[in-house]
C-alpha cells in the first residue's frame, strides 16, 4: 500500500512558477513509478509528467515539455513537479500517482492516487 498526500498548489499569475510536491507512505516508495496528471472539470485525466523509479527516464505530455520538470528524492519518499512559464490553460486540479514494474502514459496503470492539488494560473 503507498499512501500519496500532495501540496504546494495555488494560485500564480501567468509566467509565474510554482513547485507542487507529494510525499509518500510506505518502505518500497524507490520501487515505484511516480507520475503526475491533472484534470479540469468535465474533463478527463490527463498524463502530465512521469519518472521511473531511479529517475534515469523522465516523460512528458507536448504540452508541458521544456516548462515543468519532474523529479524525486527516494531519501524522502517525495516527488517534485517544476513548473515554470505557467499558462492559463494549466490551470488544473494536479494528482500524483503510484505505479509499480511499469512506466506508462495511461491513468490506467497507476493504482494508488493522491487526493489532489488545485493550481490556477491567472492571465
Known amino acids: 500500500q503507498v499512501q500519496l498526500v500532495e501540496s504546494g498548489g495555488g494560485l500564480v499569475q501567468a509566467g509565474g512558477s510554482l513547485r507542487v510536491s507529494c510525499a509518500a507512505s510506505?518502505?518500497?516508495?524507490?520501487?515505484?513509478?511516480m507520475g503526475w496528471f491533472r484534470q479540469t472539470p468535465g474533463k478527463e485525466r490527463e498524463f502530465v509528467s512521469c519518472?521511473?523509479?531511479?529517475?534515469?527516464?523522465?516523460y512528458y505530455a507536448d504540452s508541458v515539455k521544456g516548462r515543468f520538470t519532474i523529479s524525486r528524492d527516494n531519501a524522502k519518499n517525495t516527488v517534485y513537479l517544476q513548473m515554470n512559464s505557467l499558462k492559463p490553460e494549466d490551470t488544473a486540479v494536479y494528482y500524483c500517482?503510484?505505479?509499480?514494474?511499469?512506466?506508462?502514459?495511461?491513468?490506467?496503470?497507476?493504482?494508488?492516487w493522491g487526493q489532489g492539488t488545485q493550481v490556477t494560473v491567472s492571465s
Open positions: 519518472i521511473n523509479w531511479d529517475t534515469s527516464s523522465t
Open positions: 510506505g518502505r518500497t516508495f524507490s520501487a515505484y513509478t
Open positions: 500517482a503510484a505505479a509499480r514494474y511499469i512506466i506508462s502514459e495511461s491513468a490506467a496503470a497507476y493504482a494508488y
